[in-house]
DNA sequence: TCGATGTAGTTTCCTAGTCAACAATAAGGG
DNA sequence: CCCTTATTGTTGACTAGGAAACTACATCGA
């Protein structure tokens, strides 16, 4: 009847809001660990790549560089990353995990697996897949988009 | 190799990237309105339920009343939203569109619809439909799990 | 009727993330 | 060489949103 569309047929809606749950339900999760989930973004994408700089991390994680930098000073107050300076060029930097954050990242990561599977496992493989495949197909399109414009 | 799972094996991960990515592009065309996303979200909400408590307009968008009150703060000042006491209990309240807020949604409805087609639309109906019924279904199920523990 | 309990909204504090301005440093061009 | 321009990281201002404390009011029970 009304000429308005709702809020609930845009798929945008609805990422947002789930998404939302999801991660508050995983923030609740990781709370015993003292680890939020952003922090858990950064913890996991430093664990397999060797001392990166903020500005490679950023990009890779699809974040601005000042997130990393707030997120990594949260990181270092607690012991689980470090930020060493480049002798080669005094305004570069590497984060790298410690002793302790490298510990933790296993036990984060089968926090996430529960997580996940706790909203995600009544699922079939195949719509699993599926959504997957097309959010990442998403961001490839946007990428596509958005790096041209720079 | 690595015993740990990657970040990118959850779909909770992309959700949060997608739609991170999604509201932020959608925020940036609602600006030449001088409106945001949440803001947008209560507007609409407004629009067809008649004037309502911030508690009820809390539950109906999966928000919690603290928010609620913030965003209805900021539509006051803005004049797009009303808010007004109610004679038969002091502390409750209604909130409902100004007849400036009532003008603004349909454009912004269609900025919504805009934004989402920009991201889904090379989707088909089918994707698009089965990624909906699944995320209402996900919202579903957290619903029953999460109002009996209150 | 009055005290205990419950409920509506607000406020404060925290994390999260963007943008834009900034300082420091690097790298090139004349 | 120096001056301009680009790059690195940090900071401050802002929106966003949950949790919990708090105020004001309502309601129920003895």
């Known amino acids: ?76 107050d607690k012991r689980l990353v470090e930020r060493r300076a480049n002798p080669d060029d005094a305004r570069a930097q590497t984060l790298s995990l410690t002793q302790g954050g490298r510990a933790l990242v296993p036990e984060l990561a089968s926090l996430a697996d529960k997580n996940d599977s706790e909203f995600f496992g009544h699922l079939s493989l195949g719509e699993r897949q599926l959504i997957q495949r097309i959010l990442e197909d998403v961001v490839k399109r946007r990428d596509l988009k958005a790096i041209p414009t720079s």
Chains 1, 2 share one sequence.
């Open 1 to 76: 009847m009304v000429p308005v569309s709702d809020l609930t047929s845009h798929l945008g809606y609805w990422l947002r809001y789930v998404s939302n749950h999801v991660s508050h339900e995983f923030a609740r999760k990781l709370e015993e660990r003292g680890v939020t989930v952003a922090e858990w973004v950064l913890l996991r994408g430093l664990y397999d790549i060797k001392p990166a700089s903020p500005s490679h991390v950023a990009e890779r994680l699809g974040m601005t560089r000042g997130a990393i930098s707030k997120l990594a000073d949260r990181l270092i």
